[in-house]
């Protein structure tokens, strides 16, 4: 069946520095892959997409890339921020109706 | 642009009464919603995908008799919870497909707390 694991529950590190988040999928060939912030007691918030076609993309402070030869997908925060505290969560479309599926997520915590 | 507005945020009912969320799109029509279930410290559980005008298709495992949905027009859906328990207690979140390769855009999210 089809998977996607977010390995870390939590990643904590110093303000200022670089978070990577990973996220990997089995039994899928995805066109794209979907990033999410997730603020405790509310609704996901679309971050960026990008495309099995494109290797990185970039917004602001935000690099995803995506291999599809590893299946991974990895995201980048650059000079972090204590503002960047969140869930983040990776997500592939199922089906016609554009179902996502989502990771568990990765709680970042960025310490000042 | 792109708003969901998910209505109410919070909600604490007795146990045998029914619950209606709301879930509208505000600036932009949706044939496609979604509804979630969280669980703390868990993902996002896909409850069912609601379509303008005809069922909702639930996923496994999801009892459609206790969790009605009603899309009955391109800006909103309807998730009710019939003869809450406790063990439904948990934070219920819609999202509207945005059309374009498949972007969700989430309400806010509803607590239910049945006493």
């Known amino acids: 069946s089809q998977k996607i694991e977010q390995n870390s529950e939590a990643l904590n590190i110093q303000e200022g520095k670089t978070a990577t988040l990973t996220c990997n999928y089995t039994?899928?060939?995805?066109?794209?892959l979907q990033w999410y912030r997730q603020d405790p007691g509310r609704g996901p918030v679309f971050l960026l997409l990008?495309?099995?076609?494109?290797k990185e993309k970039r917004k602001e402070r935000l690099k995803v890339t995506f291999d599809t030869t590893l299946k991974q997908s990895l995201f980048h925060i650059t000079a972090s921020q204590p503002a960047d505290s969140a869930t983040y969560l990776c997500?592939?479309?199922?089906?016609?109706?554009?179902?996502?599926?989502f990771g568990k997520g990765t709680k970042l915590s960025v310490k000042p | 642009g792109a708003v969901v507005s998910q209505h109410p945020s919070w909600v604490i009912c007795k146990s045998g009464t029914s619950v209606k969320i709301e879930c509208r799109s505000l600036?932009?029509?949706?044939?496609?919603m979604f509804w979630y279930r969280q669980f703390p410290k868990q993902s996002l559980m896909l409850m069912a995908t609601?379509?303008?005008?005809?069922?909702?298709?639930?996923e496994q495992g999801v009892e459609k008799d206790k969790f009605l949905i009603n899309h009955a027009s391109l800006t909103l859906s309807t998730l009710t919870v019939t003869s809450a328990h406790p063990e439904d207690s948990s934070f219920y979140i819609c999202?509207?497909?945005?059309?374009?390769?498949?972007?969700?855009?989430f309400g806010a999210g509803t607590r239910l707390s049945v006493l």
């Open positions: 997500a592939l479309v199922r089906g016609s109706q554009g179902n996502l599926i």
């Open positions: 999202s509207a497909n945005g059309g374009h390769e498949n972007i969700q855009y």
């Open positions: 609601s379509n303008e005008g005809s069922k909702a298709t639930y």
């Open positions: 600036d932009f029509q949706a044939t496609t």
């Open positions: 990008i495309r099995e076609n494109e």
């Open positions: 039994n899928y060939s995805p066109a794209y």
